[in-house]
């Protein structure tokens, strides 16, 4: 079955770059979510989108930013990178209008700011 | 708002042995309970779920009762394997439908 793709997996910044990172839903799936997680942390939620809409912001910086195009993959851009932005990023989808629905989460870009 | 608060680990096992990782969570409403599993430098993969007071996820051997009078999602296993070595994550999702996870707890299973 197709699963939910992340692109680039690993990525090497310096600091005060830039970095967009990519992820592409299974498909059907119309909801986007966002998390990072830093070493030996729990994955925090950064941002949700839902038809191309933004639907719930979490702890996400200023710096960032994120959409949801018309074939539902999204983007997460990253501006000034700091050293505290290295992290493991997952994009997760679900298929919305289903009770419950699970969030099904790609394999993650891990990104290390130097 | 939503938190959850996990057994702090990490836990070591030898094989065969019986587990169990707590799990209580604080919420408003009816959430709904989930186990994520994260092996070395992989995502996150879903283990089971439940979504109303009384439930019983279960996959793969591991099982876990939503109990909303205690408000828990203790998991368990009766058996752990070699290959059960991962960090286990409990979350949740509320009226706001992004997961709020507990910190985690790496399971290593010894031969």
């Known amino acids: 079955a197709a699963g939910v793709i992340q692109s680039p997996r690993h990525l090497i910044k310096e600091k005060r770059e830039t970095a967009t990172l990519k992820c592409y839903p299974i498909?059907?799936?119309?909801?986007v979510y966002w998390y990072q997680q830093g070493p030996g942390q729990d994955p925090q939620f950064l941002i949700s989108?839902?038809?191309?809409?933004?639907?719930d912001k979490g702890s996400i910086p200023d710096r960032f930013s994120a959409q949801q195009f018309s074939d539902y993959h999204s983007e997460l851009n990253m501006s000034s990178l700091e050293l505290g932005d290295s992290a493991l990023y997952f994009c997760a989808t679900q298929k919305e209008g289903i009770a419950q629905e699970t969030q099904y989460f790609g394999p993650g870009t891990r990104l290390l700011v130097l | 708002g939503n938190s959850v608060t996990q057994m702090e680990g990490p836990v070591t096992l030898s094989e065969e042995a019986f587990l169990t990782i707590n799990c209580t969570y604080t919420?408003?409403?009816?959430?709904?309970l989930f186990w994520y599993v994260q092996y070395p430098g992989e995502g996150l993969q879903l283990l089971l779920k439940a979504t109303k007071a009384d439930d019983k996820g279960s996959n793969k051997g591991f099982e876990a009762t939503y109990r909303k009078e205690t408000t828990s999602f203790h998991l368990e296993k009766g058996s752990v394997q070699v290959s059960d070595s991962a960090v286990y994550f409990c979350?949740?999702?509320?009226?706001?439908?992004?997961?709020?996870f507990g910190s985690g707890t790496q399971l290593t299973v010894l031969p």
């Open positions: 979350a949740l999702t509320g009226s706001a439908r992004q997961l709020t």
């Open positions: 989108f839902y038809e191309k809409m933004q639907s």
């Open positions: 919420a408003t409403g009816y959430p709904s």
């Open positions: 498909p059907r799936h119309d909801t």
